[in-house]
């Protein structure tokens, strides 16, 4: 099961997701969460991306649409929902919004919290899913 909560930033969509988490860990149900902030491009293709594009402003930081790894979302999400045997796991990406003075990068993949099947619940959270 993927619940995806899409709202604008701010609204409290990252703080409903660490609850509901708790809820279904409560419950004994094994979930998983996610960010669409997971999965933006890495601070070296956001520069790339900057300097393809440089009449577009909206392209210059990351946030807006254009500046996430579509492909690497789907990918993960794909994996997740594939995550249904014991003893299985896989690690979860993360976005370091510190890095680089603020422009962030994506964490070192050693740093990943890592999830164990079955997985049950997937929560996806961002402000512009389904976009």
Known sequence: LVIGVSAPQGSGKTTLVFALD??????????????I????????????????????????????AGSHDLQFSVDTLESLIKLTKKDTKMKLPRYDKS????????????????????????????WMLGF
């Not at 890095?99 to 990943?112: C, E, I, L, M, V």
């Open 99 to 126: 890095a680089f003075g603020g422009r962030g990068d994506r964490a070192d993949p050693s740093t990943w919290p890592e999830v164990e099947g079955p997985l049950e619940v997937v929560l996806f959270e961002g």
């Open 22 to 35: 708790f809820f279904f860990r409560v419950a004994g149900r094994n979930s998983a969460t996610l960010s």
């Open 37 to 64: 902030d997971d999965f933006y491009l890495t601070a070296k293709e956001q520069n790339q991306l900057r300097d393809n594009n440089p009449e577009n402003a909206l392209l210059e930081f990351r946030g807006n």
